[in-house]
């Protein structure tokens, strides 16, 4: 099982940089950013790949409403060529609220369009070249779209937990982003059904990167307190609401690692046993900076078995 950090997308580039150095000087395989209405985060990943050799660098996620097979797959195989074949792609189905109201279109059939576009996306991440006319989208490509030196093709994830994301998702993508899906949520439901899918579909087994808010501290209660506030904003939507429930909890603060290193560790072996085949630390600046740095020390180590 190899671990990553997810990093705020609140820095300057140069801070951003920095970060990741220390992220890979600490052990750790990968830093990933999310996608918002500010930075872009393929373009920001293939930065921080080119400046960090030997950091793998991902984006979790693109929602895939308001972009299109085409350009996405631009900006995956640039990544990709600018970071040596370290960057990871993955997508999200996002949500009605930030949908309607950032990009002014309907949240509708989203696992019909999630489906759409992962067929039309494969063939352009593994051949430059499409022909897919389906229902919702089209994507042709008169001009080849092939990126010299994207190689090998950019994996594909998907930021899916809910049964229909998850089918689709193992038959067309190589692995899952879950955030907020605990050990219990993973281990019963997450992981089997789409491994079952991936095998249905004679597909390797998917990868299964596991986003878990988590901190090293020596004052666990203030910083679950934060924790609480911050992580909040998830329990609005309803795919989180599920999972945090299928994991047996209430809130999202009650899935965070929080608390001395050998109750985060333990939590890490939670989640590998459960399925995982990668661990991403988010939200580990929560505590301030001696938090950040203990939190990745331990990860590091954690990381070299």
Request: aromatic letters at 6%; glycine letters at 10%; charged letters at 20%.
């Given at each position: 099982m190899t671990i990553g950090v997810a990093l705020s997308l609140q820095d300057?580039?140069?801070?951003?940089?920095?970060?990741?150095?220390?992220?890979?000087?600490?052990?750790?395989?990968?830093?990933?950013?999310?996608?918002?209405?500010?930075?872009?985060?393929?373009?920001?990943?293939?930065?921080?790949?080119?400046?960090?050799?030997?950091?793998?660098?991902?984006?979790?996620?693109?929602?895939?409403?308001?972009?299109?097979?085409?350009?996405?797959?631009?900006?995956?195989?640039?990544?990709?060529?600018?970071?040596?074949?370290?960057?990871?792609?993955?997508?999200?189905?996002?949500?009605?609220?930030?949908?309607?109201?950032?990009?002014?279109?309907?949240?509708?059939?989203?696992?019909?369009?999630?489906?759409?576009?992962?067929?039309?996306?494969?063939?352009?991440?593994?051949?430059?070249?499409?022909?897919?006319?389906?229902?919702?989208?089209?994507?042709?490509?008169?001009?080849?779209?092939?990126?010299?030196?994207?190689?090998?093709?950019?994996?594909?994830?998907?930021?899916?937990?809910?049964?229909?994301?998850?089918?689709?998702?193992?038959?067309?993508?190589?692995?899952?982003?879950?955030?907020?899906?605990?050990?219990?949520?993973?281990?019963?439901?997450?992981?089997?059904?789409?491994?079952?899918?991936?095998?249905?579909?004679?597909?390797?087994?998917?990868?299964?990167?596991?986003?878990?808010?988590?901190?090293?501290?020596?004052?666990?209660?203030?910083?679950?307190?934060?924790?609480?506030?911050?992580?909040?904003?998830?329990?609005?939507?309803?795919?989180?609401?599920?999972?945090?429930?299928?994991?047996?909890?209430?809130?999202?603060?009650?899935?965070?690692?929080?608390?001395?290193?050998?109750?985060?560790?333990?939590?890490?072996?939670?989640?590998?046993?459960?399925?995982?085949?990668?661990?991403?630390?988010?939200?580990?600046?929560?505590?301030?900076?001696?938090?950040?740095?203990?939190?990745?020390?331990?990860?590091?180590?954690?990381?070299?078995?």
């Amino acid at each position: 099982m190899t671990i990553g950090v997810a990093l705020s997308l609140q820095d300057r580039i140069d801070t951003t940089v920095q970060l990741s150095r220390e992220a890979h000087e600490a052990g750790l395989r990968s830093v990933w950013f999310g996608q918002t209405f500010a930075y872009d985060s393929p373009t920001l990943a293939a930065i921080v790949g080119r400046e960090v050799p030997g950091l793998h660098v991902g984006t979790s996620a693109i929602p895939i409403f308001g972009r299109h097979p085409l350009p996405v797959s631009s900006q995956a195989q640039t990544a990709q060529a600018a970071t040596g074949g370290r960057y990871h792609l993955g997508l999200a189905l996002g949500t009605k609220l930030l949908t309607e109201a950032g990009f002014g279109i309907p949240h509708e059939r989203p696992i019909g369009r999630l489906r759409e576009f992962l067929t039309a996306l494969r063939p352009l991440l593994e051949t430059g070249s499409a022909d897919f006319h389906g229902e919702l989208l089209t994507a042709a490509t008169p001009l080849p779209a092939k990126v010299p030196g994207a190689e090998p093709p950019v994996p594909l994830l998907v930021a899916a937990m809910g049964p229909q994301a998850l089918r689709v998702s193992g038959e067309l993508a190589d692995g899952i982003l879950p955030l907020l899906a605990g050990p219990r949520a993973l281990a019963e439901h997450i992981v089997p059904a789409v491994t079952a899918a991936a095998e249905a579909a004679g597909r390797p087994a998917p990868r299964i990167v596991a986003f878990v808010p988590g901190v090293v501290t020596s004052d666990a209660d203030t910083v679950r307190e934060t924790a609480t506030d911050s992580l909040a904003f998830y329990e609005q939507f309803p795919s989180y609401q599920r999972v945090i429930g299928l994991s047996g909890a209430t809130r999202a603060v009650d899935l965070a690692a929080i608390g001395d290193e050998e109750t985060v560790a333990a939590e890490v072996r939670r989640y590998r046993d459960a399925g995982a085949t990668e661990v991403v630390f988010t939200a580990t600046d929560l505590g301030g900076e001696e938090d950040r740095r203990r939190t990745w020390a331990l990860l590091g180590e954690l990381a070299k078995g």
